[in-house]
């Protein structure tokens, strides 16, 4: 394989597919872009031709013919793409923290979307699974790896059947496995499936996970980019993240970052669920408004008052209706100690009780708890005791005051980011709707009337 | 390179590169808690006891956290404390508190640090915060109890980094996660556990302890239809001291007195000592060993004393058990002796009305007396094993002074033993014994020098010497190996084939019998396991040189005598009968 015969492919292909690839899936074409999910229900998943058709690879051969790997990792630095599970980590930074001295080293793909909300990743991996093990591959020569795990959430059969065939077809053509393209550059994808644990998307889990180890988080430092998998330099990368990377190569910077606000460049794909009319998965710039998010979901259900939009599932942070107008963009989440999350979103109306919608997230994050350290093993727990005395009519301030306290200590003293991030979702619960839960204490009234029952 | 710079609590300190904050902090005497943490095995950082503030960092455990230059470091800041107080009350919110009746009442880490603390118990006025299920899985040698357990892992790091099986893990998610062997649901015995009680030794509460036999020996001292007789490992008088505040390695001569004493003073019928039938080992085994020279094998012999051992090897590796002695260990041989010789003829009573008693450093002598082969015609060998920790337990439950209790020394003969026998409870012990005997059958003279110190010490987890016979012509190669890294080691030597070995000692625990899992806990901020071996070993080695009359087994007259009069020579038809024993491949319990 070479880059004559990848570009008689992509001719040949364009040549049989006729108009194919002009379909448009998007109901807003002003709003919502198509970047990430470019090739997403117009390719046929199944067609490596037809990956290749739509410059499929071409980011990979120009990277390891024309590019050293620090251009690589300078470019993805220069498009300002930060990491699309939650975090909001400047990927080229992660990169960057690679070791550069040679030896094994890993990329791992966290596959294992595990918010109940978010449906990207699962999309991006049935219909565009090249793009995938492409960014994998361009990650992989940016930091010297040889070898990838797609670390498969257990839930998705279907995703291990399409990427398994990708896999196949790309070693195939060259474009995986040995002396790719051509060149010097070995890279192999191997897909790892998960058990089913919520945790298992932290990634110290996922690398005890891959390693045979029961799927308990580890402290950090020492970060998985010095010591991650089997002890080597590790880098790991959502699906969403690596699948937007090969697009960035064969662009360049400037060409991604005009889309998105400063400080929060480029496309975020979003699963809108909750109380709208017509919850979807959307592509749509960084720095849209809440406001117009909800409009892009059908507006609210039954033109009930809008409430609150939060993010990630059931580590959950969230925001009042004060902040409908507030631009979905990772600063000014940050301020509000918001994460913008992997892009399950779930709008809810003023039926909504809080103090239930909180119980719920919380309780089942200590079932998802990996049980190692104490502040999320029995912390967790505690706080779901506590707010369900609320919800019972049971609860004093002191109470609430407890409930603080817990939320600040998950935040502060949890080995690892799920803990942290309970005490966050209570923080902003208690922190947005501080009034409706002193009305449940105080009042025994629950404006949703979900509770005294 | 080498060396960092950092401030903790505004003291400057220089470490070596790699080195913790938590142990930084330990170089300046900061006092930093910890639950889960063992140095060197243990750094998971789940307890979050150790966390401090560092400037830049926020909270972060400092067990794990490598010191890096600059770094300042506060371990006592409001902030740290609060949070220690906020884990120690969720903890707490899970325990089990039966305080007065708990064998760890006075070396209870988590009680230590609840009191010091000052910690409320917040969630205990509400019956909405008993949530978790209390799950206590007894099996012969060691009981989990999950209401104990403060989830640390120390038990799991140890049994799988230091003993190797790892036979015990996290089970379950959240609030219901709990410690229990790996295949959930069965016991310890069930499993390819070796009942060595190295867990029970790093739990910081009694989450893991020796299964209780305490009840059953009281049960019996009360029973006047019971001839109670009691007999303590060698190791035993090296550790018994400790829980009554006698430093670490006490000459044996400072508390053994004492120890016979108070066993009176409990009840029992009569004090033997298992360093007597130790001496019976050597004879046994030693005859075995120049029986297998002589006749072809098979070779390398090795020993039997340690049930961790034999767990290990039914278990794990019964393709070698021809290899082991068929000798039972000193405390079986003793209670069968006793029982089945000693007490019909000396002491006129029926080997049904006699109970034996034995004290050991080890959780998996219980184990051991439950082995279906340890009886003969319908009598068991022994009856019931304290450890050393149960011991004093007893003796402080019977409110006996132990430090003011006037010296006894028990005359009965199986009470009388040879430095020989005493030093079995070092690592490499067993070893020099068996060579002070089998040199002197073989040669006819006397080995020349009897303290052979390159079987002795705890560093090397396998230890080799080359003993020559310069009459017989024989070059004797034999290895002691003690613990269970050193353990699967050495058969990874043996597959290999490369080095020829002709007798090999093996313990279960580091350190053998002095470290044994039955031992006063030591925490581990103040030492580690295998310094502790090393100074109760030496107590031994004090005792062996200076206060006995014999240091060989086969010089000792009341071993002559029990040959004489009842077993005619080792390895006789009797001896077979009642000192040997045989084993069973184990290793379906690995499934």
């Known amino acids: ?453 | 390179m080498n060396k960092i710079k950092l401030t903790i609590n505004n003291q400057e300190v220089e470490v070596s590169k790699g080195t913790t904050i938590l142990e930084a902090a330990r170089s300046l005497d900061i006092k930093v808690p910890t639950l889960c943490y063992l140095k060197g095995i243990s750094d998971i950082g789940a307890c979050r006891m150790c966390v401090a503030e560092i400037e830049g960092m926020g909270l972060k455990a400092t067990c794990n956290l490598e010191a890096n230059e600059g770094m300042k470091v506060q371990t006592e800041s409001e902030e740290v404390v609060k949070s220690r107080i906020r884990t120690l009350e969720l903890l707490a919110s899970t325990h089990t508190f039966e305080c007065w009746t708990c064998p760890r009442e006075e070396s209870c880490y988590f009680y230590d640090y609840l009191q010091f603390y000052n910690v409320e118990n917040t969630y205990h006025d509400d019956h909405k915060f008993m949530s978790n299920t209390r799950i206590i899985n007894e099996s012969t040698a060691i009981t989990l109890d999950s209401g104990k357990c403060v989830q640390c892992g120390a038990c799991t790091q140890v049994c799988a980094k230091i003993q190797t099986p790892a036979t015990l893990d996290f089970n379950n998610r959240g609030i219901d996660t709990i410690i229990a062997p790996t295949s959930c649901g069965e016991t310890l015995d069930d499993i390819a556990c070796i009942s060595c009680g190295q867990c029970s030794k790093v739990c910081p509460t009694a989450a893991i302890i020796e299964t209780n036999h305490i009840k059953r020996v009281e049960a019996a001292i009360k029973d006047p239809n019971k001839f109670v007789v009691v007999q303590m490992a060698p190791a035993v008088r090296a550790a018994i001291g400790e829980p009554f505040e006698y430093p670490i390695g006490t000459p044996v001569r400072e508390v053994e007195g004492k120890m016979y004493r108070a066993l009176k003073e409990l009840g029992f019928d009569l004090v033997t000592d298992t360093n007597y039938a130790a001496d019976l080992t050597i004879m046994e085994e030693g005859t075995e060993f120049i029986d297998r020279v002589k006749n072809g094998g098979p070779l390398p012999l090795f020993t039997s004393c340690s049930p961790g051992w034999l767990r290990y090897i039914e278990q794990y590796r019964p393709e070698y058990l021809p290899n082991l002695s068929s000798a039972k260990s000193p405390h079986m041989m003793q209670g069968a002796f006793m029982k089945n010789f000693y007490a019909p003829d000396e002491l006129n009573k029926d080997a049904s009305e006699v109970y034996m008693v034995s004290i050991m450093p080890c959780t998996a002598k219980k184990y051991e007396i439950a082995r279906p082969e340890m009886e003969q015609d319908g009598i068991r060998d022994v009856d019931a094993v304290l450890t050393t920790r149960e011991l004093a337990r007893m003796i402080k439950q019977h409110g006996i002074n132990f430090r003011h209790l006037e010296d006894y020394k028990p005359e009965n003969e199986l009470a009388q033993y040879t430095g020989a026998g005493t030093i079995f409870g070092a690592s490499g012990g067993v070893m020099e014994a068996a060579v002070r005997t089998v040199y002197e059958i073989l040669e006819g003279e006397p080995l020349p020098n009897l303290d052979i110190h390159a079987v002795r010490g705890v560093e090397e987890n396998i230890k080799e010497a080359t003993l020559k016979l310069p009459k017989t012509g024989l070059e004797v190669n034999v290895a002691i190996v003690h613990g269970g890294q050193g353990i699967k080691k050495m058969f990874e030597i043996l597959d290999k084939g490369e080095k020829e070995y002709h007798f090999i000692e093996f313990m279960g625990c580091p350190g053998g019998c002095v470290n044994g899992g039955g031992q006063p806990i030591v925490r581990e901020e103040f030492m580690q396991g295998l310094d502790v071996a090393e100074l109760r070993a030496q107590a031994l080695y004090q005792s062996d040189k200076e206060d006995v009359e014999f240091r060989k087994s086969h010089m000792s007259p009341v071993i002559q005598r029990a040959y004489e009069k009842y077993l005619e020579k080792p390895g006789s038809h009797a001896a077979h009968k009642y000192l040997h024993t045989t084993y069973t491949d184990q290793s379906h319990k690995l499934k």
């Open chain 1, 1 to 453: 394989m070479d880059i004559k015969l990848l570009k008689k492919i992509k001719d040949d292909t364009l040549k049989r597919v006729g108009n194919k690839f002009d379909k448009d899936y998007r109901t807003n074409k002003e709003k919502e872009v198509r970047i990430v999910l470019k090739n997403s229900y117009v390719i046929d998943k199944d067609s490596i031709d037809e990956y290749i058709a739509r410059d499929g690879y071409f980011a990979l051969n120009k990277a390891i013919t024309e590019m050293k790997p620090e251009e690589v990792t300078e470019v993805v630095k220069d498009s300002g793409l930060k990491g699309r599970s939650g975090g909001g980590f400047p990927t080229g930074l992660k990169w960057g923290f690679i070791p550069k001295e040679k030896g094994q080293k890993y990329i791992i793909c966290n596959a294992d979307e595990g918010e109940s909300a978010a449906t990207i990743d699962g999309v991006l991996m049935r219909q565009d699974p090249h793009s995938v093990l492409e960014g994998m591959a361009l990650a992989g020569y940016a930091i010297g790896a040889s070898k990838g795990y797609i670390y498969l959430r257990y839930e998705y059969p279907v995703c291990l059947e399409v990427l398994n065939k990708a896999i196949e077809d790309a070693k195939e053509k060259g474009l995986l496995g040995k002396k790719i393209l051509g060149t010097d550059f070995d890279f192999e994808v191997e897909v790892f499936r998960g058990a089913g644990a919520y945790v298992c998307g932290e990634e110290s889990a996922i690398i005890n996970s891959i390693e045979g180890n029961r799927g308990n988080s580890k402290s950090k430092p020492p970060f998985p980019a010095v010591k991650g998998l089997f002890s080597k330099p590790t880098l790991i990368n959502n699906v969403e993240t690596l699948s937007v990377v090969p697009q960035i190569i064969l662009n360049g910077a400037d060409w991604y970052k005009s889309t998105g606000i400063p400080g929060s460049e480029g496309s975020k794909v979003f699963t809108l669920t909750g109380h709208l009319n017509s919850p979807k998965t959307v592509e749509v710039p960084l720095g849209i408004t809440i406001r117009e998010l909800i409009e892009l979901g059908g507006g609210m259900r039954d033109n009930r008052k809008f409430k609150a939009f939060v993010t990630g599932s059931p580590n959950v942070t969230m925001l009042g209706s004060e902040d409908i107008d507030l631009p979905v963009a990772f600063p000014e989440f940050k301020e509000r100690q918001v994460m913008v999350g992997s892009g399950g979103v779930v709008i809810l109306d003023d039926k909504t009780c809080m103090v239930d919608f909180t119980h719920f997230n919380v309780d089942l994050l200590n079932i998802e708890s990996c049980g190692r350290c104490t502040p999320c093993r029995v912390g967790t727990k505690r706080a779901a005791q506590l707010l369900e005395k609320i919800k019972e009519g049971s609860a004093s301030l002191k109470d609430l005051d407890k409930l603080i306290e817990l939320a600040e200590h998950l935040r502060t003293a949890s080995l690892c980011g799920l803990g942290q991030a309970v005490g966050m979702t209570m923080h902003t619960a208690m922190n947005s709707f501080k009034d409706e839960f002193l009305a449940h204490i105080n009042e025994h009234e629950c404006a949703a009337g979900k509770c005294f029952k």
